[in-house]
Structures are given as structure tokens and as C-alpha cells.
Nanobody
């Protein structure tokens, strides 16, 4: 099992910034991609950004140019720097770690952007 612990959510005004962090522990051997997903009330969970072990990144179109994902393989952490936040970014953000046959999720951290 992989345990994922997120931190860094909160309330921010539109145009502001937040940084989310996620630390992985447990059976971390074999983790390939790590990333962030989000779920707003009444909507399905959606991809925000992912990063592979070699540093290849993928972003949702809605966050390109505003969010940056980074990863420290030695520390088993993944971070999401969120700039120029918009009210539509309000959601619960979930950390994800993917192995070949398994997916692991954190408990989620609330991000609220006020207009």
C-alpha cells in the first residue's frame, strides 16, 4: 500500500497563489506517474496535472500556463504550484500515485478561490 498525505490547501482570493504538496510513503517502489486531480461539487473528478518519474508533464488545458507540477523522486513528493487562481479552480484536490496495476489516492485538500 501507498499512503499519500496532502497539504497546502486553503482559501485565497482570485489572482492569488497556493502551493500543494503531497508526500508518499509505504510501498513506494514501482510508482510511475504522480499527479493531481480535482473534484468540484456536482462534477466528476478531473485531471489537473501529472508528472512521470523522468519528469514528463501533462496538464489540463484549463490550467496550462498557471499551474506547475514538480516532483522530487528522492523525497517521494509531488508539488503543485498554482498561480493566477480563478473561482472555477475551487475544488477538492487529490494527490494520485500510479503503479502499473494500482492507483492510490490521498484524502484530498480543499482549495477555495473567492471572487
Amino acid at each position: 500500500q501507498v499512503q499519500l498525505v496532502e497539504s497546502g490547501g486553503g482559501l485565497v482570493q482570485a489572482g492569488g497563489s497556493l502551493r500543494l504538496s503531497c508526500a508518499a510513503s509505504g510501498s513506494i517502489l514501482g510508482i510511475n506517474a504522480m499527479g493531481w486531480y480535482r473534484q468540484a461539487p456536482g462534477k466528476p473528478r478531473e485531471l489537473v496535472a501529472t508528472i512521470t518519474r523522468d519528469g514528463s508533464t501533462n496538464y489540463a488545458d484549463s490550467v496550462k500556463g498557471r499551474f506547475t507540477i514538480s516532483r522530487d523522486n528522492a523525497e517521494n513528493t509531488v508539488c503543485l504550484q498554482m498561480n493566477s487562481l480563478k473561482p472555477e479552480d475551487t475544488a477538492v484536490y487529490y494527490c494520485n500515485a500510479a503503479k502499473t496495476w494500482d492507483n492510490y489516492w490521498g484524502q484530498g485538500t480543499q482549495v477555495t478561490v473567492s471572487s
